[in-house]
């Protein structure tokens, strides 16, 4: 399938290892943060979402932290396994619009 | 429950011609949005559809069209290709505006 993101950051981590993928957003009034996961030849797929009012958020093995204070999200991935490579996206949401903005992405690389 | 679907998965089009990109939306969503999708980017929100009409619109020129039909399937237009125009489009459905989008595999066009 086609690659996503052929120049991406990416994060290499060991099978097993604790991921920590960050993300800085642009708009202080967003109010709403999503992550997505993206495998080649794929659409977005959503991992988790936070609202402005929360700082944690935790999923199945995964964690998203919002610091509203620094424009700051990051997801954190426990227990990496390789299924888990693909590119990241955040994505930033202000009441009253409709549209996502994403970040630029990061891939997460998986070594066995 | 089925899915966001889209077609063509792929397509190949000459610089000057028009393009029609189809959607279906996931069952009992009524709002469509598209995304361009170019290599190593992430998503950029071009507009959205809620009961047929255009909701909320990005920064693309006039020549992207879209409808939104009563089974709230949908279509992207654009007009007079350009080279830049190359991107994997995305849709996305939700069951109303700000909701959390479910989105399709995209459809690759290339423009020659």
């Known amino acids: 399938g086609e690659s996503v993101g052929l120049h991406l950051p990416t994060l290499s981590v060991q099978e097993g290892d604790n991921s920590i993928i960050n993300c800085a957003y642009s708009?202080?009034?967003?109010?709403?943060f999503i992550w997505y996961k993206q495998e080649s030849g794929k659409g977005p797929q959503f991992i988790i979402d936070?609202?402005?009012?929360?700082d944690k958020r935790q999923g199945q093995r995964v964690t998203v932290l919002l610091n509203k204070t620094v424009k700051h999200l990051s997801l954190q991935i426990a227990a990496t396994q390789p299924g888990d490579s693909a590119v990241y996206f955040c994505?930033?949401?202000?009441?009253?619009?409709?549209?996502?903005?994403f970040g630029t992405g990061t891939r997460l690389k998986v070594l066995a | 429950e089925t899915g966001v679907t889209q077609s063509p998965t792929h397509l190949i089009k000459t610089r000057g011609q028009q393009v029609t990109l189809r959607c279906s939306s996931q069952?009992?969503?009524?709002?469509v949005s598209w995304y361009q999708q170019a290599l190593g980017q992430g998503p950029q929100f071009i507009f959205q559809?809620?009961?047929?009409?255009?909701?909320g619109r990005g920064n693309f020129p006039p020549r992207f069209s879209g409808l939104q039909f009563p089974n709230y399937s949908s279509e992207l237009n654009v007009n007079a290709l350009e080279l830049d125009d190359s991107a994997l489009y995305l849709c996305?459905?939700?069951?109303?505006?700000?909701?959390?989008?479910?989105f399709g595999s995209g459809t690759r066009l290339t423009v020659v």
């Open positions: 936070i609202r402005s009012n929360m």
């Open positions: 559809y809620y009961r047929e009409e255009e909701n």
């Open positions: 996305a459905s939700s069951l109303e505006p700000g909701d959390g989008y479910t």
């Open positions: 994505a930033e949401v202000t009441s009253g619009t409709y549209k996502y903005i």
């Open positions: 069952s009992g969503h009524n709002t």
């Open positions: 708009n202080s009034a967003s109010d709403y």
